[in-house]
């Protein structure tokens, strides 16, 4: 319904016989030339893992080929640190992950916003600024900003969204059960972006069903390129994420760490946290239409109808 394999080359097998060429055969030497010039394409790989450092970290940039909207950086700034970001044909939306600052946009300033210690610790306040519009952010103490953004070119208002705005909800039943944040969506006037965060309880999933939102075919889906950006409580945590196509021509699993990031152009994107560990992670959607439309894979939808079930008998 709509609202708004970790893969090794295999000529990594067999680098250590080329040290010893000498030592073959003519038979086996074509064996290897002819095995190494028919090898598959190594999959694309859509992990991301940067030490990240003070000022802005370029997580996603507008260069990537991998996505066609969705830029991602992180900012972070001690007390009085100023970043100013001149006009540009973008719209941006500044999650603070934690601390506090003041943003200077347009006509409009918002001081010292942002309550939160980190991302566990309730839901965040975020700043949506348009295209076409200079901002500066300055740091009230330490302050980590999600900078999210997207080609765009509507005029609308700049826009502060506090936490009690933010639309909470509890997602799922058993360890699947995870809690959802929606921060911009269908109520907040945006060119492309959607966004928001999810939290996992340690050991469940989230993504559950798997789904994806790859083609344009509503009313059965819709299509939207995502990133995933993660913390982990404690931060020595971890967690996984497979990305997997229906064909499998995608199917990717990925060990994910504290500040690592995933980018998901298709295929369906389940997460686990690892056992004794609490899993976060800022989604941010893009598409051509705005619209969030998902598609369930079938061979997982039945965990829907447990839902109710699992309700009802107090689980």
């Not at 004794?276 to 800022?282: E, F, I, K, N, P």
Request: glycine share 8%.
């Amino acid at each position: 319904m709509c609202n708004l394999g970790l893969h090794s080359p295999l000529t990594t097998h067999y680098s250590p016989l080329t040290t010893h060429h000498s030592l073959l055969t003519t038979h086996q030497r074509s064996f290897f030339l002819i095995l190494s010039i028919n090898l598959p394409e190594e999959a694309m790989n859509l992990h991301i893992r940067k030490s990240l450092q003070r000022g802005h970290n370029e997580i996603v940039g507008a260069t990537d080929t991998r996505l066609t909207f969705i830029e991602l950086g992180n900012l972070r700034l001690g007390d009085g640190e100023p970043y100013t970001q001149e006009p540009e044909a973008k719209e941006a939306a500044l999650v603070i992950l934690s601390g506090q600052c003041t943003v200077k946009a347009g006509v409009e300033t918002f001081e010292a916003i942002g309550a939160r210690t980190d991302v566990f610790s309730g839901a965040p306040y975020t700043v949506y600024v348009p295209c076409d519009m200079a901002y500066e952010i300055v740091g009230v103490g330490d302050v980590e900003i999600a900078l999210c953004k997207a080609p765009s070119d509507l005029k609308c208002p700049v826009r502060l969204i506090t936490p009690p705005e933010v639309k909470t909800k509890s997602v799922g039943r058993l360890n699947w059960r995870r809690d959802v944040r929606d921060i911009i969506d269908a109520d907040v006037e945006a060119k492309h972006l959607v966004i928001g965060e999810t939290l996992n309880p340690p050991g469940h999933w989230s993504s559950a069903p798997p789904h994806r939102h790859d083609f344009d075919r509503l009313p059965e889906e819709a299509n939207m390129e995502e990133v995933y950006f993660f913390k982990l409580k404690p931060s020595g945590g971890f967690g996984i994420q497979r990305v997997y196509t229906d064909d499998r021509s995608t199917d990717e699993a990925y060990g994910i760490e504290d500040n690592d990031a995933v980018v998901i152009p298709e295929g369906y994107h389940p997460v686990v946290a690892g056992p004794g560990y609490r899993l976060y992670y800022l989604w941010i959607l893009a598409g051509e239409h705005r619209i969030l439309c998902p598609r369930d894979d079938p061979a997982h939808a039945w965990l829907k109808n447990v839902e109710p079930i699992a309700e009802e008998i107090g689980l």
